[in-house]
């Protein structure tokens, strides 16, 4: 008698290996080890996908995907080429990092309305961020593992939006639209990781603060505004 495969647990795999890399990163995990969190023998794995890097490459390509896990390809999951997943992260964060509001504020040559251009950049920064929070805690939990993805990632994409949130700062510093800081690439840092641990880590934090999503949000805009925004302009 053939066997029937769960129409769901594809799905349920891909959640499952997902939860188990965020929690103990790329070398650490063994297929046994998603095999028991997901409750089946690991030879069942295997007729998903071929090996543990077809599956760590299946697990970012769906995280935070609307794409169906329905519609992938036929199983069992190949191994991915050499360099396959590096170029898929490398596409899919180039794509994220792009950040509109940012954008046209560097190119703004006049700004009737500091605080608004303020907000409107850190909300988008936050909502881009929360919107890929699995991606990017995959990728920072597996860093140490992968070099070329932590590199990717470190350096290119965050690196990117650092540089241009240190321009920006200094563009309204300098037209003293925003209140002097002591150094303006440690507020740009102070700026991009305060949005990061609200609208990604703290779903991980293993003593979490009770909060909803929008609180958490206006909170951290609030702040920044704050920190920025001259009392005149409040």
């Avoid at 998903?48 to 992938?72: G, I, M, T």
């Avoid at 961020?129 to 290119?156: C, M, Q, T, Y």
């Avoid at 440690?186 to 929008?214: I, N, S, Y």
Wanted: a neutral charge; one cysteine or more.
């Amino acid at each position: 008698m053939a066997r029937t495969i769960p129409p769901d647990r594809l799905s349920q795999l891909v959640q499952c290996a997902t939860d188990v890399f965020i929690e103990q990163g790329y070398q650490r995990t063994q297929m046994a080890d998603i095999a028991t969190a997901l409750g089946v023998a690991k030879g069942t794995l295997y007729l998903y996908v071929e090996s543990k890097d077809a599956l760590f490459d299946l697990v970012l390509r769906c995280a935070d995907s609307e794409l169906p896990v329905a519609q992938l390809p036929l199983l069992p999951i190949p191994t991915p080429k050499p360099g396959a997943t590096f170029q898929y992260v490398r596409e899919r964060l180039t794509a994220n990092q792009t950040l509109p509001a940012l954008a046209v504020a560097l190119t703004r040559q006049r700004v009737t309305d500091a605080r608004m251009e303020l907000e409107a950049i850190a909300r988008e920064l936050y909502a881009t961020v929360a919107r890929n929070r699995h991606g990017i805690k995959l990728l920072d939990r597996s860093a140490r593992d992968h070099p070329e993805l932590a590199a990717l990632w470190f350096e290119g994409a965050r690196g990117g939006v650092l540089a241009a949130l240190t321009q920006y700062l200094e563009s309204r510093i300098r037209r003293k639209l925003f209140s002097p800081v002591p150094d303006v690439a440690v507020a740009a840092r102070l700026m991009l990781e305060t949005v990061v641990f609200w609208a990604v880590h703290r779903h991980w934090d293993p003593h979490p603060q009770v909060v909803g999503d929008a609180v958490a949000e206006d909170t951290v805009v609030h702040f920044i505004l704050g920190a920025l925004i001259k009392e005149e302009q409040s």
